[in-house]
Nanobody, 115 residues
Framework: QVQLVESGGGLVQPGGSLRLSCAAS????????MRWYRQAAGKERELVAG???????NYADSVKGRFTISRDNAKNTVYLRMNSLKSEDTAVYYC?????????WGQGTQVTVSS
């Protein structure tokens, strides 16, 4: 059974930091590219960051220099370190795994940036 379980979300003040985790099971994690998406209220889901099976990374322009995606294949986990958080980063963050024609999603974790 494939599972992606996100954790680490919460309420943080502007300028603060959070680290999201996504624990994967039920598939060969190391083969899969991993992505973090987010969806703010009333907006479409958008790609935040991605990391390939060989650990090359890409980021949305809005988070470059503030967010870092990484993966630990030994732990079947992908991370998103978020620094210098802004109110516009408030959203539900989703983990995504994809490889060839297969794609899986987590249930999401809420990140709220507010004073």
């Amino acid at each position: 059974q494939v599972q992606l379980v996100e954790s680490g979300g919460g309420l943080v003040q502007p300028g603060g930091s959070l680290r999201l985790s996504c624990a994967a099971s039920g598939f060969t994690f190391s083969n899969y590219a991993m992505r973090w998406y987010r969806q703010a209220a009333g907006k479409e889901r958008e790609l935040v960051a991605g990391i390939s099976s060989t650990s090359s990374t890409n980021y949305a322009d809005s988070v470059k220099g503030r967010f870092t995606i990484s993966r630990d294949n030994a732990k079947n986990t992908v991370y998103l370190r978020m620094n210098s958080l802004k109110s516009e980063d408030t959203a539900v963050y989703y983990c995504n795994a994809h490889f060839l024609g297969y794609a899986y999603w987590g249930q999401g974790t809420q990140v709220t940036v507010s004073s």
